[in-house]
C-alpha cells in the first residue's frame, strides 16, 4: 500500500513537500514514482528513485524544481516541489514498481491515492 500525502493550495512560485509512505512490500525491492494528471490531460511521470540505489530520475518538465528523496528506514519517499506553477495544479500519485522496471504507468505495482496540489497565479 502507498499513502500519499502533503498537497494542497500554494500560490506560485511557492513550495510543497509531498510524502508518500509503503506499506505491505520490501522498499528496497522496489522503484517509487510520482505521477501527476491535471484536468482533462494523461496521467505522467515526473519522477522517481529507486529504493535499490537511490538512483533518481526527472521528468523535463520539472527538473530543476522538484527534488526526490527516500527514507528507507521509514519507508518514505518526498518530492520537495518548488518554484511552483499553474501549470503544476494536478493530483499526484505515488506508484511502486519491482525492480528491475521502467518508469510508466503500466509498469507499476501499487498505486495510491492522490494528493491535490493547487497552484494558485
Known amino acids: 500500500q502507498l499513502q500519499a500525502s502533503g498537497g494542497g493550495l500554494v500560490q506560485a512560485g511557492g513550495s510543497l513537500r509531498l510524502s508518500c509512505v509503503a506499506s505491505?512490500?520490501?522498499?528496497?525491492?522496489?522503484?517509487i514514482g510520482w505521477f501527476r494528471q491535471a484536468p482533462g490531460k494523461e496521467r505522467e511521470g515526473i519522477s522517481c528513485?529507486?529504493?535499490?540505489?537511490?538512483?533518481?530520475y526527472y521528468a523535463d518538465s520539472v527538473k530543476g524544481r522538484f527534488t526526490i528523496s527516500s527514507d528507507n528506514a521509514k519507508n518514505t519517499v518526498y518530492l520537495q516541489v518548488n518554484s511552483l506553477k499553474p501549470e503544476d495544479t494536478a493530483v499526484y500519485y505515488c506508484?511502486?514498481?519491482?525492480?528491475?522496471?521502467?518508469?510508466?504507468?503500466?509498469?507499476?505495482?501499487?498505486w495510491g491515492k492522490g494528493t491535490l496540489v493547487t497552484v494558485s497565479s
Open positions: 528513485v529507486s529504493g535499490s540505489d537511490g538512483s533518481t
Open positions: 506508484a511502486a514498481a519491482r525492480i528491475p522496471s521502467y518508469f510508466a504507468r503500466d509498469a507499476m505495482h501499487y
Open positions: 505491505g512490500f520490501t522498499f528496497n525491492d522496489y522503484a
